[in-house]
């Protein structure tokens, strides 16, 4: 597609559930960021994928939160027994291999947990 | 580990004016790149501009330039001729040069907004 495309766009899950939030990066973009944004605060990062290689992993914040993205293109975050700190938006980029590669985000996945 | 700080919460300009948004950043690594990326209500971020801390000129990208203050690690926007679509977030992020790190470190923000 033209830009990152991320799903849902909403998600409203009851604590204790599974969800799963999807991106889409930029056909050939080899690199793929998840950034958790919560209300009123800057973009955190989770973990970073290169193709299919998972190389970072350091900002996942509990062993709740897990990343994959199995054929190097689609990647999915997934976060176990959902808890009401987990609420916030979840913004996916992309960008080409290289230094200093702009990344292009997606509009972001909104979770909110009650 | 590297921080960025943006100390205006909030910022007012009028139509056609121009305002400056502040950022600090703190790193012990001599070699890495700063970058302002804009987020309207619609979410997505949109980089506005990007300076390598290598040069010394500062980075111009239309009615935005940035001012770089290498020593005093101070990297602030300016924006001319100030717009109603300029109204937005703005984030300040850092990222370092270092083998295997790619990640993006970024600022609370500034909401810019923008009178008629």
């Known amino acids: 597609g033209a830009g990152v495309s991320q799903s849902p766009r909403y998600k409203v899950a009851k604590r204790g559930q599974d969800v799963a939030l999807r991106c889409d990066p930029i056909?050939?973009?080899?690199?793929l960021f998840w950034y958790q944004q919560a209300l009123g605060q800057g973009p955190e990062f989770l973990t970073y994928?290169?193709?299919?290689?998972?190389?970072?992993k350091s900002g996942l914040p509990s062993d709740r939160f897990f990343a994959e993205r199995p054929e190097g293109s689609v990647s999915t975050l997934k976060i176990q027994r959902t808890q009401q700190e987990d609420s916030a938006v979840y913004l996916c980029?992309?960008?080409?291999?290289?230094?200093?590669?702009?990344?292009?985000f997606g509009e972001g996945s909104r979770l909110t947990v009650l | 580990a590297q921080t960025v700080t943006q100390s205006q919460p909030e910022m007012s300009v009028q139509e056609a004016e121009t305002v400056t948004l502040s950022c600090t950043y703190d790193?012990?690594?001599?070699?890495?790149?700063l970058f302002w990326y804009k987020q309207p209500p619609s979410r997505q971020m949109i980089l506005v501009i990007r300076?390598?801390?290598?040069?010394?000129q500062n980075a111009t990208e239309n009615r935005f330039s940035v001012n770089f203050q290498k020593a005093a690690k101070s990297f602030s926007l300016k924006i001319s001729d100030s717009q109603l679509g300029d109204a937005a977030m703005y984030f300040c992020?850092?990222?370092?040069?270092?083998?295997?790190?790619?990640?993006?470190?970024f600022g609370t923000g500034t909401r810019l907004t923008i009178t008629p």
């Open positions: 980029a992309s960008s080409l291999a290289g230094v200093g590669g702009e990344l292009f």
């Open positions: 056909s050939g973009h080899v690199s």
């Open positions: 994928f290169q193709n299919e290689a998972q190389l970072d």
């Open positions: 790193t012990s690594e001599s070699d890495y790149y």
């Open positions: 300076q390598e801390a290598y040069k010394q």
């Open positions: 992020a850092y990222k370092g040069l270092r083998s295997g790190n790619e990640k993006l470190t």
